[in-house]
């Protein structure tokens, strides 16, 4: 279930057009990946909104603060991935014998320039495979009590998937032959395609996770705890608007016997930075 933030909220907390263009998702938006922070941007406009969820996401990015384990993969590899997953047309399948001269006068086949492509697509993704398989075996037992356990499962099922393990233990240093390619871009980019897209939003949602918590790390934030609703209670401690770089704190407390509370200062003095601080 997710709430669905309207655009005058948007606007009034400056969460995607702050003034100077520092907005609060600029602050969080450090992601490796277009496709996480795409991902990112989802997340701030449709907020989680039932106590399990929220919590088993803020245990996952806490999670990440102290893992230490790199992003695996860099974002011009991605992007390789991406271009080549786009093209689904059925005619740049690659013949499974190798293209003779005659092939190539008759214009049957794919030109080399698209051969090349292909089997450069062919080769990111594999190292795609396998670096998320690396991944896997080194977090497996780390997150054993941790929601992000069952992300991991679904990665692992995908990476179990026959002929995955084979193109993972694909020696990288090798240049794959012709026919290597020809197989494997069959698998990837039309058999297995859906579990591949599967496969990057996965990755996607890891690199807004690690990119949350070295951003978290970075600037001293902390990780709060939803309550049950029955109790009508919030309790911030040391509330500040994470835009500013000398910000002054707050304390707030609001139950269900003490619900109202009256905001009065000088002008100036604040009270609309810590509305908004409140609201974010």
């Not at 948007?10 to 969460?15: G, V």
């Not at 230490?68 to 740049?92: K, M």
């Not at 694909?170 to 197989?183: D, G």
């Not at 604040?270 to 601080?277: A, E, I, L, R």
């Amino acid at each position: 279930m997710y709430f669905e933030t309207d655009n005058q909220t948007l606007e009034d907390l400056d969460i995607f057009n702050g003034r100077g263009g520092h907005s609060i998702y600029s602050i969080f938006n450090k992601t490796a990946t277009r496709g996480g922070a795409s991902i990112l941007e989802e997340m701030f406009r449709y907020p989680l909104a039932t106590i399990e969820d929220i919590n088993n996401r803020v245990q996952i990015i806490r999670f990440f603060t102290t893992a230490d384990i790199p992003f695996p993969l860099e974002q011009g590899s991605i992007d390789i991935v991406e271009h080549y997953l786009g093209n689904t047309d059925e005619r740049s399948k690659l013949p499974t014998q190798p293209i003779t001269i005659t092939k190539k006068i008759a214009g049957f086949v794919v030109t080399d320039n698209e051969y090349q492509a292909i089997h450069k697509g062919v080769v990111c993704l594999i190292e795609l495979l396998r670096r998320l398989h690396e991944f896997v075996t080194t977090i497996r037992d780390k997150v054993i009590d941790n929601p992000y356990a069952r992300d991991l499962e679904s990665i692992d099922k995908i990476l179990s998937t026959e002929g995955f393990s084979v193109m993972i233990k694909e020696n990288n240093k090798t240049k794959l032959s012709y026919a290597a390619v020809a197989e494997y871009d069959r698998s990837l980019r039309f058999t297995h395609r859906g579990m591949i897209i599967r496969l990057l939003k996965y990755l996607y949602y890891l690199d807004v996770y690690m990119t949350v918590a070295k951003v978290a790390v970075a600037k001293g934030f902390i990780f709060p705890t939803a309550l049950e609703k029955g109790q009508h209670a919030i309790h911030l401690k040391g509330l500040y608007h994470p835009q500013l770089t000398n910000p002054v704190a707050n304390d707030i407390s609001i139950y269900a016997e003490k619900n109202i509370i009256f905001l009065t200062g000088a002008n100036m003095a604040g009270k609309s930075t810590f509305m908004k601080s409140l609201g974010i």
